[in-house]
């Protein structure tokens, strides 16, 4: 006899795996994202941690400085959360002749993979977080989507064998003059 948790199962999985989005869903679409040119210089960013109810957990700005040579390119990141603690994570990228790009940092485990379609830049990495004495790792699903020249917004989905524990919400700005967070 088959169980109802099995015919449900069989049911939803097709859905859930069709509402997921791709890069192709965005060919042709603009402003073209360029990650080597947006994230070249200075850049300023605030966003929001909300946890798996929704609930706000955290706010942060991020000051954000990008150097490159060639194809290879550094984003030093400054995190200033709303408690005063204070977070750096520094990524070395490169980008390959396809346009790929992989990376890495000190608190992503392996390597961190992902490419741009028009005006979208996927990233996917899994990032060890540590909470009181625990440290969990998550996988991270990032979207970002360039608004214009100046502005990207981000969408991050944090997940824990599949599913999604937590939800970031971040907006880029690099217009002239910067507003540093501190």
């Not at 977070?87 to 396809?98: F, S, Y």
């Amino acid at each position: 006899m088959i169980s109802i948790k099995y015919v449900l199962l069989v049911l939803i999985i097709p859905f859930i795996l069709s509402c997921s989005s791709a890069l192709d869903d965005y060919d042709n679409t603009t402003p073209e994202f360029d990650l080597a040119t947006y994230f070249d210089g200075e850049v300023t960013a605030w966003g929001i941690v909300q946890d798996y109810s929704n609930k706000l957990t955290r706010r942060f700005c991020v000051d954000i400085v990008g150097t490159w040579q060639g194809n290879k390119g550094q984003l030093h990141e400054t995190f200033y959360y709303n408690n005063d603690e204070q977070q750096i994570r520094i990524w070395d990228l490169i980008i390959a002749g396809d346009g790929s790009v992989t990376g890495g940092a000190a608190d992503v485990i392996g390597q961190a993979s992902g490419g741009s379609q028009g005006t979208a830049f996927n990233w996917q990495y899994t990032l060890r977080i540590p909470v009181d004495d625990t440290e969990y790792d998550l996988f991270v699903d990032d979207w970002m989507f360039m608004l214009d020249t100046d502005r990207v917004m981000n969408r991050s989905y944090m997940k824990k064998l599949g599913v999604t524990v937590a939800e970031i919400s971040i907006f880029f700005d690099k217009t002239k003059p910067v507003r540093k967070c501190q």
